[in-house]
């Protein structure tokens, strides 16, 4: 395969893997299918649950145009937005996880062990 060909199946492949983020984003925000949320279990969690698709919503969205902009990132930049993928995801989540009530952490902690 050429160089060429790899990189228009690498655009392919990220903008369906962004498309299905994005779905799947919409879904738990707009339509508040928390259940597509890994490790969600309604009768446990007790916080606001509007919030909650809201906060992990727009990540997933988020998520799934950095997925379909990165391979136009990568030609532009080079290894650079590798980078500056990995920094974005990492600040993102770590926002994500800071919006965690104390009584969610207990029983997040309580979960793993």
């Known amino acids: 395969m050429s160089l060429n060909t790899d990189f228009s199946t690498a655009i392919v492949i990220c903008i369906i893997t962004g498309l ?47 997925i379909i902009i990165f391979p136009f990132l990568m030609e532009y930049l080079g290894d650079w937005s590798s980078w500056i993928l990995i920094g974005i995801i990492a600040v993102s989540y770590t926002h994500l996880r800071a919006h965690e009530t104390l009584m969610n952490l207990v029983c997040r902690l309580l979960l793993e062990k």
Do not use: C, H, P
């Open 20 to 66: 299905l983020f994005i779905l799947v984003g919409w879904l738990i925000w707009r339509k508040k299918k928390l259940k597509l949320i890994a490790g969600y279990d309604e009768k446990q969690y007790k916080g606001d649950k509007n919030k909650l698709a809201r906060v992990m919503g727009i990540y997933s969205i988020t998520l799934g145009i950095i």
